[in-house]
């Protein structure tokens, strides 16, 4: 019940007001630790896989060098040892490669979310494109680049007095140039092995395996490094704040 003095118009309830949607989402900081520490032991795991398949391309060389000089020294046996040693790495590149994929995708978004939490001004993109970006046809050459760098720059705290305090990107660029060198030449591999037929291509292509495969263990070590330092960057300034205490 309602009271009002006499004389005075009914008091009346205020109409609600117009609908306007629900309220915008708040993004909060996560931790990017946990996915971190599954990104490098994955990559790890990764590189692992990469020597066991040079050492697969290894011993390919050697059977198709013995092959080359004296065919009627090699057994059937150990041609068919070669043949099954690769297609068992090549199953185990396959699946590390998945697995860190999809592990890193999700560190990857994590990091940028929390980013745009630490500076919203940093970003030219919108977050989808932390994910998007890889699946593009050329793009996933410098899409991702272009947000990485954008993410660094948003997890880098200025210092005391307000001053930019730049990080060096040295960790993120040795890493991208060798994962775009190593990927191209990786495809390049595959497309190499499925036309080698002569005991003289198997070899090239096997040489030429070995060198793609420690391109790809490079690659590895390179991205553990940018994984730690970036988050170490994302931790110390969901600690501290946008300013350094010294």
């Given at each position: 019940m309602s009271f009002s003095a006499p004389g005075s118009p009914p008091a009346t309830t205020p109409a609600p007001?117009?609908?306007?949607?629900?309220?915008?989402?708040?993004?909060?900081?996560?931790?990017?630790?946990?996915?971190?520490?599954?990104?490098?032991?994955?990559?790890?795991?990764?590189?692992?896989?990469?020597?066991?398949?040079?050492?697969?391309?290894?011993?390919?060389?050697?059977?198709?060098?013995?092959?080359?000089?004296?065919?009627?020294?090699?057994?059937?046996?150990?041609v068919g040892l070669s043949d099954g040693f690769t297609a068992l790495a090549g199953s185990f590149r396959l699946l590390s490669m998945l697995a860190t994929a999809v592990v890193f995708l999700v560190w990857f978004h994590r990091v940028r979310v929390n980013g745009e939490v630490f500076r919203a001004d940093a970003f030219t993109q919108k977050r989808g494109w932390a994910v998007g970006g890889w699946f593009i046809p050329i793009g996933h050459l410098f899409l991702p680049l272009w947000t990485a760098r954008q993410i660094w720059t948003a997890s880098t705290q200025h210092g005391p007095d307000g001053s930019l305090r730049p990080v060096s990107r040295a960790p993120l660029t040795a890493w991208w140039v060798v994962w775009v060198v190593a990927s191209i030449t990786d495809r390049a591999?595959?497309?190499?092995?499925?036309?080698?037929?002569?005991?003289?291509?198997?070899?090239?292509?096997?040489?030429?395996?070995?060198?793609?495969?420690?391109?790809?263990?490079?690659?590895?070590?390179?991205?553990?490094?940018?994984?730690r330092r970036l988050t170490a960057m994302q931790h110390t300034m969901a600690l501290q704040g946008p300013y350094a205490t010294a």
């Open positions: 007001p117009p609908y306007s949607g629900p309220p915008p989402r708040v993004d909060v900081l996560r931790s990017p630790q946990g996915l971190a520490t599954a990104v490098t032991v994955l990559l790890c795991v990764a590189g692992a896989v990469n020597l066991l398949s040079a050492g697969a391309n290894a011993f390919v060389f050697s059977v198709m060098d013995d092959l080359v000089a004296d065919p009627g020294k090699v057994a059937d046996h150990t591999y595959s497309r190499i092995y499925l036309h080698a037929e002569s005991p003289e291509a198997l070899q090239a292509t096997a040489a030429f395996g070995i060198g793609s495969d420690l391109l790809m263990v490079t690659a590895a070590v390179l991205a553990v490094r940018f994984v």
